[in-house]
């Protein structure tokens, strides 16, 4: 298995057991963090774990793909914030084999509109809810 590969796998195990020194072990100390909707930037290691961990709700993380390669690195995430769950997309750029930049997108749920009921299936694990 690719080295930075188990180091996100290992980033997203820590972030759902509450582990946030290895939570952000993977992090260059210089790391930045972009979160575009909000049109947040946080600077360095310390400063995007204590944003994390000062986060009022209870939260999970489940990890539904990964794909990359070399020093750039997606992750499709569901996070649930105290029960209610958003998708994340991670975008991880890697040197020396450490997060230099992230940016985070966050999505919420929506109903699929019925009119395209008959152009649609199911992705694996999961089921419509339409509007």
Known sequence: ????????????????AGDTE????????????????????????????????????????????????????V???????DGVPTYSVSIMEFVDQRVTHETQYFSNPFLAPRWRGSLSGPMPGRHIDTA
């Open 1 to 16: 298995m690719d080295a930075t590969r188990a180091a996100i796998e290992e980033h997203w195990r820590a972030s759902e």
């Open 22 to 73: 290895t939570e952000h072990a993977i992090y260059a100390v210089d790391a930045t963090l972009d979160y575009p909707q909000s049109g947040e930037r946080f600077q360095g290691r310390e400063t995007i774990a204590t944003q994390r961990g000062g986060h009022p709700a209870d939260r999970h993380f489940a990890v539904l793909r990964i794909t990359g390669d070399g020093d750039l690195w």
């Open 75 to 81: 992750s499709e995430c569901e996070i649930t914030y």
